[in-house]
């Protein structure tokens, strides 16, 4: 079905409400007149390993125009090493691609608020430059959510003491982050509906 889209997260974009559902609310006030629909599958044990192994019913029996992925987050507070995180994903991104018709948005993971010298960070950072490194093709679009919400954060600085946090203390996204993220989102799949 071209017109729905599958949103599929973790704890980084909040369990619902949360990331998928500020996305489709958004995406139907923008585009009131087009018959979308939406399902939204966030919850905490979306790792992407767990999401490979159930791709058959929770992803490709689903049978979405467009799959967007914001999941990773889960794993990176695993003892899961990053190159096995790099091998899971793409493993399920090929399941996806090879099972399905469905076009697939996958988004990077926002790392700026761990310590730079973190375990955490640099799993995040490597499952980002693999991302970053495949090449697009007409079904996958890399959507990078870490340089948004770097330029973001970046941008504030000029604030300084207004300085305005993206994550709470549980590291998901507050619901400006969500929001920026969300918008960041929504313009991608708008620009397919174009």
């Not at 919400?149 to 994550?167: I, K, S, T």
């Amino acid at each position: 079905m071209k017109n729905h889209i599958l949103l599929i997260g973790d704890r980084l974009g909040g369990i619902e409400p949360g990331l998928g559902d500020l996305v489709a609310d958004l995406m139907l006030v923008d585009f009131p007149e087009l018959p979308l629909s939406f399902t939204v599958h966030s919850s905490s044990r979306n790792t992407v390993d767990h999401l490979f192994q159930n791709c058959p019913r929770e992803i490709i029996g689903r049978r979405a125009g467009t799959t967007v992925l914001c999941v990773g987050w889960e794993d990176l507070q695993s003892a899961l090493p990053g190159e096995s995180l790099v091998h899971q994903y793409f493993q399920l991104l090929q399941e996806i691609l090879h099972n399905s018709h469905s076009e697939i948005v996958a988004c990077t993971l926002p790392c700026a608020h761990f310590p730079t010298d973190s375990l955490v960070r640099a799993k995040a950072q490597t499952l980002n430059s693999a991302l970053r490194a495949t090449a697009t093709d007409q079904r996958l679009t890399i959507l990078d959510l870490d340089r948004i919400v770097n330029d973001y954060q970046n941008r504030q600085l000029v604030r300084g003491d207004l300085f305005r946090n993206l994550f709470t203390d549980q590291n998901s996204l507050n619901a400006l982050g969500q929001m920026l993220c969300a918008r960041a989102i929504s313009s991608e799949l708008s620009s397919s509906l174009k």
